[in-house]
């Protein structure tokens, strides 16, 4: 175990060395020295008229969001004997079932290759680029032939596999648990439990103001409304991640939204960020990549044929093309299960030195991913800039939606969070839809999944959101997908079937979130 002091230097350390490498730093060595003109600087005391200049113009609070950015973003350091995939997934089992997982999408990747015969990247003709370069801002015009691709794999293929992830130390004839024995998730994690959780999102409770509730005993909505409002102006004045990420807890006014986001992200979409979106751009336009099939198909299949997103189509495909060209999400790597694939130069297959990062963001699309997208595009009509907010979601949250993990918010552990919550305290209802064969977390998988988005309203589902950056934390998920199954409870003790179970909650377009993680979690008897 790390002691404390030892694990603070070293996670000084750290941040100082990243920080090294930023534009942060060469910009705030260019206003120190830009700072030693100024007459109010003294010789004998340069070093503390320095940080009070940059403190007074600003640029001390840009360093401590960069700092609270990078503490947000990457996990307490390991132990320095720790071998570096202890930083990866700490878990034996977990890594290999990852590594299996992954073999498994190459092999459904590489044979549709084979099939239709398309190399997995190839340069454009030039004719082929001038003509992408300009319909840059009507993809969604284009009608390619995509009736031969196939998404590499569902939602619902992930959820076998996570079905099958057994602990090896646990032996076949040990006396399983109850809660193993009834649920699909068969690993034991440690999971929140309400009390725990009602610590933890102790802003959602009954008698704090929140957005996203019609009705409060305790203070009339519009007077809530303009004061929350008043306090988050006055946050983004401050230019605080930390407070803001505090204040969006409560719900994030509508107006404001986009800037908060932004803040607690870290992100201010600097003239150098827009320059490597535009080279991002160009890369796309050169070089054409198997995985641009498989992004168009999955928004064809899913963003178009939403009633709230479909209008987006052509910034979904810029942000997703360039985001599969983006090396710079390799790095989330070093802190994921995951590991990006690798593909070899033509005539070199297993000569390391001609390996590539393939795609050569480490990413591969599934059914689905566009939709980690769309929402966004409600809130940032800049591509450059709904480009970085959808990078930086992805490398602090989305990634563990789609990844074997014992992480708190990896998708094994939302699950197994889910069925807990949902075996405790609506016994009944869990037993009975075991029984008819209608598990439910066959049917809450996908919501998960997906974050939710393409299943609740746009408005309800940022305010989800909103407590997800909030709580830098996809815990939340769970709580409302058990919540959403407490809401409807009579009906779904009526069905007879899985059919008749997905039926009941087939739409969840109508229901309001914060009102139903309140009652879930505030108003339950524990």
């Not at 609070?61 to 307490?76: D, H, I, T």
């Not at 802190?335 to 000569?351: C, D, E, N």
């Not at 949250?397 to 074997?404: A, K, Q, T, Y």
Request: charged content about 20%; glycine content about 4%.
């Amino acid at each position: 175990m790390l002691d404390p002091d030892s694990g603070l230097s070293l996670t000084i350390a750290r941040i100082v060395q990243r920080l090294k490498g930023s534009s942060l730093h060469s910009q705030l060595e260019r206003q120190a020295r830009v700072s030693l003109h100024k007459p109010e600087i003294k010789l004998e005391s340069l070093k503390e008229d320095i940080k009070d200049f940059l403190k007074t113009s600003g640029w001390e609070k840009k360093l401590q969001n960069a700092v609270y950015s990078e503490l947000n973003v990457f996990p307490s350091p390991c132990h320095p004997a720790a071998p570096p995939e202890h930083m990866k997934e700490p878990l034996a089992y977990m890594r290999k079932a990852q590594g299996s997982w992954e073999k498994r999408i190459l092999k459904s990747l590489n044979s549709m290759c084979t099939e239709l015969s398309i190399p997995l990247a190839q340069k454009r003709p030039v004719n082929e680029q001038k003509e992408l370069l300009n319909k840059w801002n009507e993809m969604g015009t284009d009608e390619p032939d995509l009736s031969l691709f196939r998404p590499v794999y569902a939602p619902k293929d992930f959820l076998e596999v996570l079905m099958n992830l057994r602990n090896p130390n646990y032996e076949n004839g040990e006396q399983t648990s109850f809660r193993n024995h009834l649920g699909l998730i068969q690993v034991p994690l440690k999971v929140k439990d309400i009390p725990e959780l009602k610590e933890d999102f102790s802003e959602l409770g009954l008698n704090v103001g929140q957005l996203g509730i019609d009705d409060s005993a305790q203070v009339p909505p519009e007077f809530f409304e303009n004061e929350h409002v008043r306090v988050g102006q006055k946050v983004l004045a401050e230019q605080d991640s930390a407070a803001a990420q505090q204040y969006v807890r409560q719900g994030c006014p509508t107006a404001l939204r986009a800037d908060l986001w932004a803040l607690i992200l870290n992100i201010s979409n600097q003239p150098e960020d827009i320059l490597y979106y535009e080279q991002l751009k160009s890369n796309v336009i050169q070089h054409d990549l198997l995985v641009d099939s498989l992004i168009y198909k999955d928004v064809k299949l899913t963003a178009s044929n939403d009633d709230y997103y479909f209008v987006f189509e052509d910034y979904l495909y810029q942000v997703l093309l360039c985001f599969s060209r983006d090396t710079s999400v390799l790095e989330h790597f070093t802190y994921s299960s995951a590991t990006p694939p690798k593909s070899y130069i033509r005539g070199k297959l297993g000569m390391e030195e001609y390996a590539v990062f393939y795609p050569p963001n480490g990413v591969i699309p599934f059914h689905g991913f566009s939709m980690y997208v769309a929402p966004l595009c409600f809130l940032y009509h800049e591509p450059s800039k709904l480009y970085q907010i959808f990078r930086e979601m992805y490398v602090r949250f989305f990634f563990r939606l789609h990844s074997i993990s014992s992480h708190p918010s990896g998708i094994v552990s939302l699950c197994l969070l889910f069925e807990t919550l949902l075996q405790t305290h609506l016994p009944q209802l869990f037993y009975h839809l075991r029984e008819i064969g209608a598990q439910p977390l066959r049917i809450s998988f996908k919501w998960m999944v997906r974050a939710f988005s393409g299943y609740l309203a746009t408005d309800q589902l940022l305010l989800l959101w909103d407590r997800i950056l909030g709580y830098n934390s996809l815990e939340i998920l769970a709580v409302l997908a058990a919540a959403v199954f407490a809401f409807r409870a009579v009906n779904l003790m009526e069905v007879t079937s899985l059919a008749a179970a997905e039926a009941v909650l087939a739409d969840l377009s109508t229901l309001k979130v914060m009102p139903l993680l309140q009652i879930f979690l505030f108003a339950t008897v524990t």
